[in-house]
């Protein structure tokens, strides 16, 4: 059974840091492309990143409202990825999910409210 | 950026009446290959979004053949036979044709 859960969301100030982790499991991950998605009220649902596999040197793409802020990063020993969010403004409050390549599989998602 | 616009229900659905959600994109969705690029999702209320089709008219896995997707290059409907409760929700499309990959901003699908 393929299962995803995202974990590291909280209330973080505006201009600080936060890093979330999507742990993985049912799945060939080594070979897998993963996205970041959120949520919100305002914008409804945005992609914001994706990685590749190894085998591409782990390529990554970004939206540009988070381009230069976001990094998306995975380690395949641990079947997880990651979004370590800098800078971070009101506008990033959403949740956050972490849906496999194809967006086949989802996990449950995980609030991040950036307020003061 | 492709922008993809969805079109409005009349909500609510009588239970086993068919109900089709429009989604229209601002390029086209056919690449090289001749696949078109178009993911329809289901989100429950509280829930995850859940993948129904993608290739614009192939069924995710699990998905029930009451849902059918199907259109060109830039306009596309998603058909839902013979609906039920558990029909309910927002359906989302999304075009995974070029970067940034984007959504339309949700049909909501009310069954009476």
């Known amino acids: 059974e393929v299962q995803l859960m995202e974990t590291g969301g909280g209330l973080v100030q505006p201009g600080k840091s936060l890093k979330l982790t999507c742990a993985t499991s049912g799945f060939t991950f080594s070979t897998a492309w993963m996205n970041w998605v959120r949520q919100s009220p305002e914008k409804g649902l945005e992609w914001i990143a994706r990685?590749?596999?190894?085998?591409?040197?782990?390529?990554?793409e970004y939206a540009e409202s988070v381009k230069g802020r976001f990094t998306i990063s995975r380690d395949d020993s641990k079947s997880s990825i990651y979004l370590q969010m800098n800078s971070l403004k009101e506008e990033d409050t959403a949740t956050y999910y972490c849906p496999t390549g194809s967006f086949d599989y989802w996990g449950q998602g995980v609030m991040v409210t950036v307020s003061s | 950026d492709i922008v993809m616009t969805q079109g409005v229900l009349p909500n609510p659905v009588p239970s086993g009446e068919s109900a089709s959600i429009t989604c229209r994109s601002s390029?086209?969705?056919?690449?090289?290959?001749?696949?078109?690029?178009l993911n329809w999702f289901l989100q429950r209320p509280g829930q995850s979004p859940q993948l129904l089709t993608y290739w614009m008219s192939t069924r995710a896995s699990g998905v029930s053949d009451r849902f059918s997707g199907s259109g060109s290059g830039t306009y596309f409907t998603l058909k839902i036979s013979r609906v039920r409760a558990e029909d309910a929700g927002v359906y989302y499309c999304q075009q995974v044709r070029e970067y940034p990959l984007t959504f339309g901003s949700g049909t909501k699908l009310e069954i009476k």
């Open positions: 390029k086209s969705l056919v690449y090289k290959d001749g696949k078109t690029y």
């Open positions: 990685i590749k596999p190894k085998s591409t040197n782990y390529a990554t």
